[in-house]
């Protein structure tokens, strides 16, 4: 881990000496986050020691891009339920405050028949703090697309890629459609995996990306991306550079950033509470959002989110989200539960599924969830900070189970 670490801490020098650009050259509003020391605590943002408290303050580190809130807010009454007593974490049983401890919790958030009946927050966080819960951004960027198909901004979810973006015409997109990109099926040669500082394909993208501040994920979907050996629509590959074009489509479609498209027509709409915002993967002037894993809220509100996907779309009296795109989005069809041969999970519209409920999630690295039990009629909000960045899904959801269990007696 520390190999990693001084390598990703090297990053700075490396892209301050191939620049040909002298530092007056650069807009005010991008110098500061371009200096070798914001450079470097980007590429810090996952060290065990401190995530805890770097996945509570990323626009200290990144350029953002604010989802304004506003207009009249969405109350959830507290109605408090103990949900004290012991838990089983694989063989251990615990206390609720060791299970809190145990599994690296930063928040939690627990809704129940649209009433906060708990909620807990933890290592200097509060009812304020705007966690960056990773690719639960996913489950977002689907509810955008499914607001633009609405709209008739997008046509059709069997719209093809280049029809929105002609710039990827020959890159490894060429070929998909959105509804391939929403099931991560685009065929694209993709491998995601989590070993930050090392030369794997996606960190590679990340420590150009969203570390160095050297290109945009959409550039490197059209300019570096190629097809891979399954036919878009064949074959499930988790792919966070599917989202990021997802949220290219959506801006070439509404004509807007996502930020003030999300603003207007879901975060105001549903009456959320506070302002949320998107880590960009650039400085200010040529930035965008990072639309596969950078969306920052707090967890009222993501709990908001989760209840309005429970009641059908309805959120703050009104529909804001079709109907029929919940069931859409959140319901496997047919042949996509599981994901594959021996997996655990089941994956529609960028929402995870699972073959023994009706539950759904939006999930994110370092195990954040948003997770709606129909049954129970509960949502759970978790905000983590785990050492390592995935593993621990079952034993969230299996703690998850059985705190809806003490709520529901």
């Given at each position: 881990?520390q ?14 000496a ?13 110098t500061r986050?371009?200096?070798?020391t ?10 065990p020691?401190l995530n805890?408290?770097?996945f ?16 009249r ?7 408090p339920i ?14 609720l ?5 145990a599994t690296?919790?930063n928040a939690l ?6 009433n906060i ?11 304020n ?9 996913k ?7 499914g ?9 059709s979810l ?11 015409k020959?890159s490894?997109y060429?070929g ?5 990109l929403?099931?991560?099926r685009?065929?694209?040669?993709w491998?995601e ?20 501040y050297k ?9 570096e991306?190629?097809?891979?050996p399954?036919?878009?629509?064949v ?12 949220g290219?489509?959506?801006?070439r ?13 879901l975060?105001k709409?549903?009456?959320?509470e506070t302002d ?9 002037s040529?930035g ?8 920052n ?5 993501h ?11 309805v ?6 989200v079709?109907a029929d ?5 959140t ?10 041969p ?5 994956y ?10 009706d ?9 954040q969830?948003?997770?709606i039990?129909?049954?129970s009629?509960v ?9 390592q ?7 969230n959801i299996?703690f998850?189970k ?8």
């Amino acid at each position: 881990m520390q190999r990693r670490f001084s390598k990703l801490a090297g990053i700075a020098a490396l892209v301050l000496a191939a620049s040909n650009q002298p530092m007056a050259a650069w807009a005010d509003e991008d110098t500061r986050w371009l200096t070798p020391t914001m450079i470097n605590a980007r590429a810090h943002m996952f060290d065990p020691a401190l995530n805890y408290l770097t996945f509570q303050h990323m626009d200290q580190m990144f350029a953002t891009r604010t989802v304004a809130a506003g207009g009249r807010m969405w109350q959830l009454p507290a109605k408090p339920i103990s949900i004290e007593g012991d838990y089983t974490l694989g063989e251990r049983t615990v206390g609720l405050e060791e299970a809190l401890e145990a599994t690296a919790t930063n928040a939690l958030v627990v809704v129940k028949d649209g009433n906060i009946v708990f909620e807990s927050y933890r290592n200097g966080s509060d009812e304020n703090t705007r966690f960056l819960t990773f690719s639960v951004a996913k489950s977002y960027v689907s509810t955008l697309i499914g607001l633009a198909l609405a709209d008739g901004a997008i046509k059709s979810l069997d719209d093809q890629v280049i029809d929105y973006l002609p710039e990827t015409k020959g890159s490894g997109y060429e070929g998909a459609t959105i509804r391939d990109l929403l099931r991560m099926r685009s065929g694209v040669n993709w491998l995601e995996v989590y070993e930050f500082g090392s030369d794997t394909q996606l960190t590679t993208v990340h420590d150009n990306s969203l570390v160095a501040y050297k290109y945009r994920w959409c550039d490197y979907a059209a300019n570096e991306s190629k097809p891979g050996p399954n036919k878009p629509g064949v074959v499930f590959n988790y792919a966070t550079l599917d989202t990021s074009v997802l949220g290219c489509i959506l801006e070439r479609a509404v004509g807007e950033t996502g930020a003030e498209y999300m603003s207007e027509k879901l975060w105001k709409p549903a009456g959320m509470e506070t302002d949320a915002y998107w880590i960009m993967d650039g400085p200010d002037s040529v930035g965008r959002e990072f639309y596969g894993a950078g969306f920052n809220a707090t967890a009222r509100d993501h709990a908001r989110f989760g209840l309005m996907f429970l009641n059908g779309g309805v959120a703050n009296g009104k529909q804001v989200v079709p109907a029929d795109w919940v069931r859409e989005a959140t319901v496997p069809d047919e042949g996509y539960e599981p994901t594959g041969p021996g997996e655990d999970f089941g994956y529609q519209y960028q929402w995870w599924t699972f073959p023994d409920n009706d539950a759904y999630a939006a999930m994110g690295l370092h195990h954040q969830f948003i997770y709606i039990d129909p049954a129970s009629n509960v949502v759970i909000v978790k905000a983590s900070h785990t050492d390592q960045p995935v593993g621990r899904d079952e034993e969230n959801i299996e703690f998850f189970k059985q705190i809806i269990a003490r709520v529901s007696e």
